[in-house]
C-alpha cells in the first residue's frame, strides 16, 4: 500500500487531508496523518486561551474519520528525503511514496541572550497553557510584557486586559509603533484603545538580554521589571526544518516550485509556514497551499498536468477583546464591532471546515 504521508494537524495540513478525501483516492493509496496531538489546536485563537477567555476544548478540531486515512501520533524527529523515510521519536521508520511537511513555525529569539529562557510562549498547545498558567498565577496589580507589537502581541495584550483588569500591561516592540505591518489609521484605532484600556506601548525598545524578572534595553540603563514576559516577536520554521541543508528564503523557509514541491524531490510538498511564499505566514496562506496540494495529487493520479492558479488571500482580521476589532480587506481598513464580529464567523467556520 502507497501512503501518502502528512506532517502537521494544523491548518495546512488538515485542509490537504480533507480535500483529499473529499475525492477519490487510487485504490492502493492511503492518507497517513501524524501529528503530536489527537485534535487540531486552532493556532490563531491562543490569545484567548493564554487569557483565559476561551477554554482548551473550545479550540479543538476533532481529525476526520474515514477508512482510508490513518492517524498516527507521535514527534517527528527527521525526514531522510533519498530514502523517503519519516524518523519519529520511539518508533519505527514510516517509509512514503509522497510527502507534505506542514509542521509550522516556532519563535525566533533574534540571538537575544535569555530571550527563550525567560519568556513564555504561544506558539504549541502545550506552550499556551503553561503560559496560560503563568499569567494568571501573577497577583494582582503585576506587570506583564508583551515583546512584539505585531497581530499576535496585540491580541494577546487585548484579551488579556478584559481577562485580568488587575493587572499591568506593556506591549514592547523595536518600532516606533504597534502594527507597523499596517496603516496608520488601523494603528492609531488600536493604540487608542490600548490608552483608553490602560495598556502601555514602548516603542524604540532594542532587547539585548532577558533574565528572570527583567528586559534588558540597550538604549536604556535601568532593567524593564517584569513578573511574567510573552514572547510574540517573530517565528521561524520548526528546528527539523531549520536542519534541512536544501535552498531556503532570507526568513529560513524551504524554497518551493510552482505545485509547491521541493524542487528536487517533486513527491514532498512543503505547506504553511515552512514554505517561501510570497506573503506572510497566515492559516489562510496554509489552507489555500492545502487546497492546492490536494489538487496538484489529484491530477497526477488522474495522469493529468496540474495546472494551479494564484493562492487568493481575503484578508486579515484582529481582535481587541470581545467586542471590538479590526481589520483589512485589501486596501480598505476595518475598525469596531464588524470586524470582531467577522472573526467570530472565521472561528465559527473553522471548526466546521468550512475554510
Known sequence: MKRFVILGGGYGGLTVAHKLLEGELPDDTVVVLIDRMPYQGLKTEYYALVAGTSSDVELRVAFPSDPRLIIMYGEVTDVDLDAK????????????????????????YHGIDGAELYSNSIQTFSATRKTYLALNDVKPYGQINIVGGGLSGVEVASEL??????????????????????????????????????VEMRGHVSLHKLE????????????????????????QPVALVQRMN???DNQGRLIINELHQLPDYNEVFIVGDCASLPFSPSAQAAEGQGAQVAEVMQAIWAGKTPKLGKIKLKGVLGSLGKKSGFGLMGKTPMMGRIPRVMKSGVLWMSKRHFG
Request: glycine share 6%; proline share 7%; hydrophobic share 40%.
Open 85 to 108: 523515510q519519516i524518523q519519529m521519536a520511539g518508533q519505527d521508520p514510516l517509509d512514503y511514496e509522497w510527502l507534505v511537511v506542514a509542521l509550522g513555525c516556532t519563535d525566533k
Open 161 to 198: 486586559r478584559e481577562s485580568r483588569p488587575d493587572l499591568n500591561i506593556r506591549i514592547i516592540d523595536r518600532g516606533p509603533s504597534i502594527l507597523s505591518a499596517f496603516p496608520g489609521k488601523l494603528q492609531e484605532f488600536v493604540s487608542s484603545w490600548f490608552i483608553e484600556h490602560e
Open 212 to 235: 528572570e524578572g527583567a528586559l534588558y534595553d540597550l538604549n536604556n540603563t535601568s532593567p524593564i521589571l517584569s513578573d511574567v514576559t510573552v514572547w510574540t516577536a517573530g517565528i
Open 246 to 248: 536544501l535552498p531556503k
